[in-house]
């Protein structure tokens, strides 16, 4: 659409809209500016306060974990010996504190009470990207939102990438419980 003169309330032919606004002064523009830039610089400080770094966490998301339902286990390690011990398959979620994917998959999918329910047959295992690069280096996890299934045993199994459905996690949580139920090798520590 051509663009218009707002002030005069007439029609310049041949100039788009943005072309035809009245100039700023550069002192203006400068100002305008420097007001934007402060609020997105304190906007990132109120998201910084309110998950700090250095708070253990035992959701993939900032949150009551009562209300989240599944019980995560934060850190790989721990969680194979826990996975180890209980003789149960893992259910690894790979995030990252940044990865706004991460978050909308835990505040939608992980809260799904068909997926807590099967939450409970597995191991969950939270994996920051940013606190344990070398897990992710060794599952080679290269995007975020990545669910890894793996035996007790470690054998890795079935894998998501990206943002799920709960249909379809719900749909590889059950794939990984059948394989292990055909498969007793992969879960039995020999």
């Given at each position: ?9 007439r029609?310049?032919p041949g ?6 606004a009245?100039?700023l002064?550069?002192?203006?523009v400068?100002?305008r ?14 998201i910084r306060?309110?998950?700090p770094?250095d708070?253990p966490r035992?959701?993939?998301?900032a949150g009551?974990p ?12 721990r969680?194979?010996?826990a ?8 259910m690894?979620?790979?995030?990252a ?5 991460c978050?909308?998959?835990a505040n939608?999918?992980?809260l ?10 597995f191991v ?17 996890v ?7 299934f793996?035996s007790?045993r ?11 459905p709960a249909?379809e996690l ?17 879960t039995?520590?020999r």
């Open positions: 659409m051509l663009g218009s003169d707002c002030s005069q309330g029609q310049k100039r788009p809209a943005f072309l035809s009245p100039r002064a550069p002192r203006r400068g100002s500016l420097a007001v934007s830039l402060a609020l997105v610089l304190c906007a990132g400080c109120e306060e309110e998950t770094a708070v035992s959701t993939p998301s009551d009562s209300q989240r339902g599944i019980d995560f286990v934060v850190g790989y390690h969680a194979t010996q996975a180890r011990q209980q003789q149960k398959p893992m690894i979620f790979f995030t504190e940044w990865c706004t994917y978050r909308q998959m939608e999918t992980l799904q009470k068909m997926v807590v329910s099967l939450s409970r047959q969950c295992v939270l994996v920051d990207a940013d606190a344990e690069p070398d897990a992710c280096r060794d599952f080679e290269r995007s975020f939102p990545t669910i890894q793996v007790a470690g054998v890795r199994l079935n894998r998501l990438i990206g943002k799920q249909s719900i749909s590889q949580m059950r794939a990984a419980l059948e394989t292990l139920a055909r498969r007793p090798d992969l039995i520590e």
